[in-house]
């Protein structure tokens, strides 16, 4: 079957961003996405949980439009921007943080003041190293740049694989708080891969568990905590 992916509102219903209906995805021969059928709106927080190998990251690079689905269909809501922070940094090499987010900033149109961009480097403490090349960090300093680059273009949706790897206390605390002014408390869009239940149930109002490239269960985050207390009693 051909995968479909459009772009034009008609099909979605409103507060609709994205929606998928039998989403297969195949690397070679395996099949890692086996059919998944979910609908992405406006506040949604989704928590996905699952084991190693699920096709978590897979199911996330296909919402995010920069890996095609071998089948089903995707669609989007005209001017729907994602954002997507990776589990590991794929950039140019020998690019330095700054072009980096002068390239983003250029690509995106967006117009910020040298005073604004340096107090947003200084929030998420990457400014001491600005003039570094990327791949010269250690995985705590890139994952603050790509944490900063999934939300500097103020997208509906923004997918977040893993954001705690690699961040101590301090810099987390600060990228949450950002992270709640920013998406949450504007009602945006918001998907988050992780291994870690507390950060389900501080950031998310839904979940999904994906287990062998199908979603196997999916609710309210508040139906497991008043079920089970906390999330991380449900896993
Ligand atoms: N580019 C690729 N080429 C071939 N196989 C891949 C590729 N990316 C992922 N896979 C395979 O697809 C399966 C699903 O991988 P994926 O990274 O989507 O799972 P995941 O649920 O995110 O896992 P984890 O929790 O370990 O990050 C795995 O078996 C993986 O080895």
């Known amino acids: ?7 034009t509102a008609n099909n979605v219903k409103s507060e609709t961003l994205i929606s998928l209906q039998n989403i297969k995805k195949s690397y070679g ?11 992405i709106k406006k506040g949604d927080r989704i928590g996905v949980i699952g084991t190693n190998g ?8 296909v919402i995010s439009g920069i890996r095609k689905p071998t089948s089903g269909h995707l669609d989007v809501t005209k001017n729907t921007l994602v954002g997507i922070q990776f589990q590991q940094s ?6 330095s943080v700054y072009d980096l987010i002068k390239y983003y900033l250029e690509v995106y149109h967006i117009e910020m003041k040298k005073s604004e961009l340096d107090d947003l480097m200084i929030k998420y403490q990457i400014i001491e190293f600005k003039n570094r090349a990327i791949e010269k960090l250690s995985g705590g300093q890139q994952q603050r740049v790509n944490i900063l680059l999934s939300l500097i273009h103020n997208p509906d949706l923004v997918i977040f694989d893993e954001i705690s790897t690699g961040l101590d206390i301090e810099v987390r605390q600060e990228i949450f708080d950002f992270i709640k002014e920013n998406v949450i408390d504007k009602n945006k869009a918001l998907m988050l891969v992780t291994h870690n239940m507390n950060e389900i149930e501080e950031m998310c109002n839904k979940f999904i568990y994906v287990d062998n490239g199908v979603i196997v269960e999916q609710g309210l985050v508040s139906e497991i905590v008043a079920e089970y207390g906390s999330v991380q009693n449900y896993t």
């Open 1 to 7: 079957m051909q995968q479909q992916i459009n772009t």
């Open 29 to 39: 021969s395996k099949e890692v996405l086996r059919g998944i059928t979910l609908e």
């Open 54 to 61: 699920a096709g978590k990251s897979t199911l996330s690079e």
């Open 90 to 95: 794929k950039y140019p090499v020998g690019i």
